[in-house]
């Protein structure tokens, strides 16, 4: 693999990681919402994988291995699992409609690319540019978390929030150490199966998965 | 031509060149619109297991529309008139300065993204108006359709096709064709990928085909162009059928061309434009069937539901233009 050609893929990596989560928003199917998370997830390995190769620093592809294999694999198929077994709606009800939540987000992309526009001129390599990218996937998250109802949407929306972190750490700082990328993967991972259980829970208890009906307190 | 004269003509297009250039696209879209949606028609037909009507039907339908005697609903003023005119005009503009044969059009310069997206707008604008103008239900519902879809569709359109501008560092589209004809590593940038994305969505709005509307159904409840056409007959009917035809064919050219320049003639000689006649027909050809054949695995979403995919088409344009401004 060339020099030029991994960046070329980081780059197109990069790109995916936040069109999928301009998915997220634009789909209404939970299913959908989890295999954009998926592809993300993927996406954000192969970002690893190619910086790996750009920068010729193996650690960083044991990093790709455990980001591909927790968040490309475990956690949407734990989340998947949940919408399975969930009787109720499969349709995410956003508080703000889909073509208003879209605008917001083309806003949220801007502002990222404005306000990381400050601090991504300091450092010359061309990697680094890309850091805009991540710090809209973590605004977009943010936007996911407060205006769905749905538990599965939230976990997905923090789940962004957790993937734009990564992707705003792996091209600002070219990559993290091993040990503290699979103490944070560990640790979203203990998150989402805490949430599992969690979901679970609500169903057997109020037999839904709304937030919002939840404005009572029961024993 | 000898290779002296060519190199003459390419050092400085001559204006009878570029006149001719530009008759040439204009006949070809009003030929090519017709025979494009024919083909579509037939694709379909196939698929879904019939023989259908011949490719040349369009044409065959305009003729007979023409030689019709002209009649206007009751009640209508100078608007209804008009709008067909001003339809069929603004799209034989449109595809006079677009860069769909050739990168040197009749207007030096004249090929403005800002001037052909906003004389596309002024031919849907122009059937808007005409729907509404009879007083009719159906005519109305359909250009409040028309407007609300379009009022999504147009700035994603424009955005879209600034993200290549970005990059080419010019608003005009034939330099923006001629940019990528150089520099063929532009296409596989994140920025290009995601304006491909946003126009094919916009396109398919723009056009009117599924899923955001059907062409081929007069269902009250579903239609959106048909229903401003409903009042219109003869040869104000052939007027507004062959301009949304060229506004198809032409949209369906800058799409291939912006995404596929190969073919386009930038040696501004006869022999390179009768090669890039046959290399549009073949490109548009083949993205129009395969439209149909996703056309017929596909249907029709609901209204409600459009402005949704449109929005989504808007913010990929808007990523592609941030793409473009930051990612060099």
Known sequence: MTLGFSLDL???????????????????????????LRIQGIALAAVAAALAFYIGDAGIGFV??????????????????????????????PLINVPAS???????????????????????DPVTRL?????????????????RRKAISQIVGLLLVD?????????????????????VSLDVLLAVVVLQVLVAAMRVRFGHLDLDQLRELHD | MTGANAMLAAATPLLWVRIFASAL??????????????????????????????????????????????????????????????????????????????????????????????LLLMGSVALALGGLD??????????????????????????????MAVQ????????????????????????????????????????????????????????IREAMMLEYAGPDLSMVTAGEAMRFALLLGLLVNLFFPWGVDTSRSVAALLIALVALAAKTALLAIVIALIEVSTAKLRLFRIPELLAGGFVLAVMAVTAGLVIK
């Open chain 2, 168 to 223: 080419a560092k010019t608003s005009s589209l034939p330099g923006i064709v001629a940019g990528t004809l150089a520099h063929p590593a532009w296409l596989t940038s994140p920025q290009w990928i995601l304006a491909l994305a946003a126009l094919a969505i916009v396109v398919i709005a723009e056009t009117g085909r599924i899923p955001v509307d059907n062409p081929s159904t007069h269902l009250e409840l579903t239609m």
């Open chain 1, 64 to 93: 790709a291995v455990v980001v591909f294999a927790v968040k490309g694999l475990v956690i949407p198929s734990l989340l998947a699992r949940v919408v399975r077994t969930d009787p109720g709606s499969r349709e995410a009800d």
């Open chain 2, 25 to 118: 696209q204009v006949v070809a879209v009003a030929v090519g619109g017709p025979l494009l949606l024919g083909l579509m028609g037939k694709v379909r037909a196939r698929a879904e297991s019939r023989i259908g009507p011949p490719i040349t039907q369009g044409l065959a339908d305009l003729r007979k529309l023409v030689r019709k005697e002209a009649i206007r609903a009751e009640h209508t003023s100078a608007v209804a008139s008009l709008a067909p005119l001003v339809l069929l005009g603004s799209a034989v503009v449109a595809s006079a300065v677009t860069p769909l044969l050739t990168t040197s059009t009749i207007i030096t310069g004249g090929g403005d993204l800002f001037v052909v997206v906003y």
């Open chain 1, 163 to 183: 993937n734009g972190v990564a992707l705003v750490a792996f091209v600002l700082t070219a990559g993290v150490p091993l040990l503290v990328e699979l103490g």
């Open chain 1, 102 to 124: 879209l605008v917001v987000a083309s806003g949220l992309i801007v502002l990222s690319f404005l306000v990381a526009g400050q601090f991504t001129g300091l450092l010359s």
């Open chain 1, 131 to 147: 850091a805009p990218l991540g710090l809209a996937t973590v605004l977009i998250g943010f936007f996911l978390l407060v205006t």
């Open chain 1, 10 to 36: 980081v780059e197109l990596a990069s790109g995916i990681v936040l069109a999928t989560a301009v998915l997220t928003l634009w789909r209404k199917d939970l299913r959908a919402l989890i295999s954009a």
């Open chain 2, 134 to 163: 009879a007083g009719t239900a159906f005519g109305g519902m359909g250009s409040s359709r028309a407007m609300t879809i379009g009022a999504i569709s147009e700035p994603a359109l424009l955005v879209a096709i600034l993200a």
